[in-house]
């Protein structure tokens, strides 16, 4: 648990500084860019793609060991060496104006944090691919072909490059994986602040939505914590970035800079995240008026995704992965066109029905396949779908009552209205590509919540004495709600173990398996496909047609007649 503790804070002062130091950057070319943002949080989730955007570039030239941690710490000094002096660079903390229940809850957000992170992983995809790929960006610079040896090493998701960065591995301990914990628990200072405001009277839907949020967080993702899985960051930043966009107002250049960047950046940790695109497209549209900014957002949007863009030509052949319509750019390395397809058309039926064969899949219906899906739903699952599903009406209901009885806070249900419908046509995507639930939670949790914050508006200042009693009482049941969490996940049985660092990745059965022109390892049949960390280099399966392009792993894979 300390080296968890000494990463989780090494990292988010490092993104705090980075964040701060683009945010200066950034009111050279945008005006007021680095105006009042409401939370330091913000800096820090901006820090966050500027971090992940420098390891990306640096992994093309080299593996992300000693020397491309010792970069990027160099550069956080030069940062905080130039900005020392500039108003407004260090965060102002006003522990007194926090309410306690706050506090409370922070607390205990970071107990259960720190107690799932220290966990066994246990992500079958990590084991699968996830583990694997991060070594390989540990040992190598982007390996050309890498995904001709595992069709998924080409995924390339930019969230395992900053899981390699981090992980210490060149120390010889382990390769550490704290950086969702990292991510969890910035997540968790963000909405904390929204839960802050409404106590103190900020009675705004970005407020409430983050305080329903907060325990959500763990409910939905609590169990993800220990592992470097990509769909965590994917579900955490689309709840960000629709309470931050409901926070932005007129003239917020500073969380204009965030959400754009965050936006833009979703893609390259999952392409089911290419729905929050939406957000950065508003953006830009906002300010065609203002021609003379077009070229800066461009430009933010240009240095996030071509590092990215260019890990994928590396990997796979293709700028984007796997994707049947983008042609390869003819590298001697490009995965196979039908290789391709074939991969598309299996994250496709996976996502509908795993069990079944994919080519029966692909054949149904839409009908067909969309009720043998919903009958393998939980119980829960189907309430969460259900409410999912009723929110527009729901939201329209709230508009019309409010409307109708002349409120003053109309105007706040009628600017949720079109962040409602934004999600949900993000929901329909997920839904009608690969709809498998945990793919979802980014888009279901949200509808799920969004008819609850106007409720919560109108109850709100129903007060007992002098006491505003619905904020309190979200309050505790938020606290309770953070302690039934801990008790639940705290694992006593392997505490002792835990203490100094988390449990490592586990170590399976691997045999040797032949390529055109060598051998590696594959999992043993008892391992069920997963290779995890170690031994290295190991894919689920044996790939015959594989060949190496050279004498060092570094060269890369290429696919042999």
Known sequence: MISAILIIILFVFLSYVYGRGCLWLAQKGIHGAASDLSSPAWVTLLGWVVITTLASTLSLMMPLGAAAGGLVLAGALLILWFGRKTPGFFPQIKGEQTPILVWGGLILA??????????????????????????????????????????????????????????????????????????????????????????????????????????????????????????????????????????????????DVVLFSLSVFAITLKLSAAPLMIFAGLIFISNLNDPSRWWRWVSIGAVVLIPWLLRNVMYSGYPVYPVPGIPGLGFDWQIPQKEVIAEQRAVLAWGRLPRLDREEVLAMPLVQWLRMWYQDLTLNRRMILFAAAASPVLMVIEYLWSAGTKRKDQAAIRGMLPVTGLVYLGGIYWLLTAPDFRFGYGYLIILFALPLVYPLMVTANIQVGKVKIVPIFVSLGILAYQVLFLVQSFDQKTFSQRVWQPLPYRVLPTEPCEIQNGTILCAA??????????PFPCIPKPNPRVEFRGDSLGDGFRKGD
């Open 110 to 255: 970071g107990l259960g944090i720190l107690e799932n992170a220290t966990h066994l992983s246990l992500n079958p995809d990590t084991g699968i691919y996830h583990a694997q790929a991060i070594r390989w960006i540990e040992s190598y610079a982007a390996v050309p072909g890498l995904g001709n040896l595992h069709g998924r090493f080409a995924f390339n998701s930019s969230w395992l490059v900053l899981n390699a960065l981090f992980s210490f591995s060149f120390l010889g301990l382990q390769s550490f994986h704290v950086i969702p914990a990292a991510l969890v628990f910035i997540t968790v200072w963000l909405f904390a602040g929204g839960l802050a405001g409404w106590l103190g009277g900020e009675n705004t839907p970005a407020n409430i939505l983050k305080t329903g949020l907060l325990p959500l967080v763990f409910y939905v993702t609590g169990a993800e914590i220990s592992s470097p899985g990509t769909d965590l960051p994917v579900i955490l930043l689309a709840w960000i970035l629709i309470a931050g966009w409901l926070e932005k107002g007129k003239g917020n250049d500073g969380l």
């Open 525 to 534: 049949e008892e391992s069920w496909s997963e290779c995890w960390y170690q």
